[in-house]
C-alpha cells in the first residue's frame, strides 16, 4: 500500500453569483466568479510523484448579508443599461450631471428646463369641453428677468416662444425707453371659443397654446399700452413684427375689433406659414 507522502489543497472558492453553469454564461464580469466556483484542486502526492488530480465541490455555506449585496452589485452593474437603469449608481457621469442641473433647475423656480423661465409645474390641466386641455402646462411668472402682470398658464411650446420673442423682439424694439421690465398679461389659459364667439372654433387659448400681452412696464415706470400708445410705428409696431415667425399666430390692432386692445400670440400650425395682423 503506498504510503501517502502529503496532500497540497489549493483551492480557489469564490461566492457565487448565477446559477447558471461558467461555460453557458453570457455575464462577462460574473463569469470569472463562476469559474472558480466550479470547484477546489487537490494535487495528491503519492510514492511516485504526483499522480493524479481531484475535482471536488467546495463546502457550502449561507452568505452573509455584505457578500449577498456584493453579488447583487456585480450583476447590475454587468448588466443593466445605463441609460435605462433607474438606480443613479448605474449612470455613467454625464448622465447624473444632467439629471443634478434639472434639479437645481427645479429648485431654483425654473420650468420646461429653462432657467430663464420661472414659475411652476402644472401638468395635465383637463378641459371642461371637448377640444380644451393642457397636457404639460406651466405657471409662468417670469421671462428672461421679466416679470409677468399675472403668472400665465401656458405650454413649454409657448413659454419659450415668448422668451425668444422678449429677448430677440420686445427689448430691442424698446432699447431707447427700456428695459422693459414687466409683460402685461391681458389673457393666457382658457377653455373658450374664438374672441368669445358662440359657435367658434376652440381657441388656443383653450390649448395652452396662447398668450395676451396688453402692455409693457419699463424700468422708469412707464407703461406703453396697446390700447393707447398704438400708432402703426414705434416700439409698438417693431415688437409686434418681431413677434412674426416666432410666434405663428400675431394679431393686433389692425388685424380686426377683437385685438384693439392687446397682442395675441399663438402657436397654432398653419398651412401657409405663420399669419400676421
Keep these: 500500500m503506498r504510503r501517502l507522502a502529503g496532500i497540497l489543497l489549493i483551492a480557489s472558492i469564490s461566492l457565487p453569483v ?27 502526492d503519492t510514492d511516485a510523484g504526483i499522480s493524479e488530480v481531484v475535482r471536488m465541490r467546495p463546502p457550502v455555506r449561507p452568505l452573509s448579508e455584505q457578500e449577498q449585496e456584493m453579488i447583487d452589485l456585480s450583476e447590475r452593474v454587468a448588466f443593466v443599461s445605463p441609460e435605462q437603469s433607474m438606480r443613479p449608481w448605474a449612470r455613467p ?22 432657467i430663464e423661465l420661472q414659475g411652476d409645474e402644472v401638468g395635465r390641466v383637463p378641459g371642461r369641453i ?32 415668448l422668451k425668444n420673442w422678449v429677448d430677440k423682439g420686445v427689448q430691442p424694439a424698446f432699447a431707447k425707453k427700456g428695459p422693459v421690465v414687466e409683460l402685461r398679461v391681458a389673457a393666457h389659459y382658457a377653455c373658450r371659443p374664438r374672441n368669445n364667439q358662440r359657435g367658434a372654433k376652440i381657441s388656443e387659448h383653450g390649448r395652452g397654446n396662447a398668450i395676451d400681452i396688453s402692455g409693457f412696464v419699463m424700468q422708469s415706470g412707464e ?8 400708432t402703426g410705428k414705434g416700439p409698438l409696431n417693431a415688437s409686434h ?33 405663420a399669419y400676421c395682423r
Design 18 to 44: 448565477m446559477a447558471d453553469t461558467p461555460e453557458t454564461s453570457l455575464r462577462p464580469v460574473a463569469r470569472t466568479e463562476r469559474a472558480k466556483l466550479a470547484g477546489a484542486t487537490v494535487l495528491v
Design 93 to 114: 457621469p454625464r448622465v447624473e450631471q444632467k439629471a443634478m442641473a434639472q434639479r437645481r433647475l427645479r429648485r431654483q423656480g425654473a420650468v420646461c428646463g429653462d
Design 130 to 161: 371637448k377640444g380644451c386641455g393642457v397636457k404639460n402646462a406651466v405657471r409662468l411668472r417670469s421671462v428672461s428677468g421679466v416679470k409677468l402682470s399675472q403668472a400665465a398658464l401656458i405650454n413649454c411650446k409657448t413659454a419659450s416662444a
Design 223 to 230: 407703461v406703453v399700452t396697446v390700447i393707447e400708445d398704438w
Design 241 to 273: 413684427r418681431a413677434a412674426c415667425g416666432t410666434f405663428k399666430t400675431v394679431l393686433g390692432p389692425r388685424s380686426d375689433r377683437f385685438h384693439q386692445d392687446h397682442f395675441h400670440l399663438d402657436m397654432a400650425n398653419h398651412r401657409g406659414g
